[in-house]
T-cell receptor, first 113, second 113 residues
Framework: AQSVTQLDSQVPVFEEAPVELRCNYS??????LFWYVQYPNQGLQLLLK??????LVESINGFEAEFNKSQTSFHLRKPSVHISDTAEYFC???????????FGTGTRLTVIP | DGGITQSPKYLFRKEGQNVTLSCEQN?????MYWYRQDPGQGLRLIYY???????QKGDIAEGYSVSREKKESFPLTVTSAQKNPTAFYLC????????????FGQGTRLTVV
């Protein structure tokens, strides 16, 4: 089975500052990795995903994540955050061919004006 | 527009009553999932279905039941046997086994009083 650890439950950051949300995973098989974002009282929206190929993946709103197999990490970064980035972010992993998506406990990003 | 619809958004029930949460998708996805979200615990899988008329227990299936009579629909019943049913429930769907991306509904917040 797979598992995910999100090391920070809350991350406050000032507007226009850079941010990194950390995610480590464990798996005995090849994986797919995902970052989802959740706004209050809403469902989850896919932010970006790593399936194969380039280890650096980007979203349309300036986030990026890098798959690091040796460190079993998939940290999410943004060079300059905006107020609208305030939300909860979930890292998730699934084994290739698996039936379940394993989620971390989430990181609440709060952008301070 | 294609997507997943969960209803209702908010639901209140008395303790000891069964309640059914609706989930409908028009994405033509084979697989559907129910997750439970509690503060600080991430998402936990309740049940999933890879195909019509078939479903499997997830990590926390006790006290819940599902059916999959149609490809588009995957209702979840929270029974009186569920000891702590108050939570945010999320339905998701994906193309199928070894899924590369899950699409989520907007969630149903169930409060049992």
């Amino acid at each position: 089975a797979q598992s995910v650890t999100q090391l920070d439950s809350q991350v406050p950051v000032f507007e226009e500052a850079p941010v990194e949300l950390r995610c480590n995973y464990s798996s005995s098989v090849s994986v797919y990795l995902f970052w989802y974002v959740q706004y209050p009282n809403q469902g989850l929206q896919l932010l970006l995903k790593y399936l194969s190929g380039s280890t650096l993946v980007e979203s349309i709103n300036g986030f990026e994540a890098e798959f690091n197999k040796s460190q079993t990490s998939f940290h999410l970064r943004k060079p300059s955050v905006h107020i609208s980035d305030t939300a909860e972010y979930f890292c998730a992993v699934t084994g290739t061919g698996a039936n379940n998506l394993f989620f971390g406990t989430g990181t609440r990003l709060t952008v301070i004006p | 527009d294609g997507g997943i619809t969960q209803s209702p958004k908010y639901l209140f029930r008395k303790e000891g009553q069964n309640v059914t949460l609706s989930c409908e998708q028009n994405l033509n996805h084979d697989a559907m999932y129910w997750y439970r979200q509690d503060p600080g615990q991430g998402l936990r899988l309740i049940y999933y279905s890879q195909i019509v008329n078939d479903f499997q227990k997830g990590d926390i299936a006790e006290g819940y039941s599902v059916s999959r009579e149609k490809k588009e629909s995957f209702p979840l019943t929270v029974t009186s046997a569920q000891k702590n049913p108050t939570a945010f429930y999320l339905c998701a769907s994906s193309m199928g086994q070894g899924y590369t991306e899950a699409f989520f509904g907007q969630g149903t917040r169930l409060t049992v009083v």
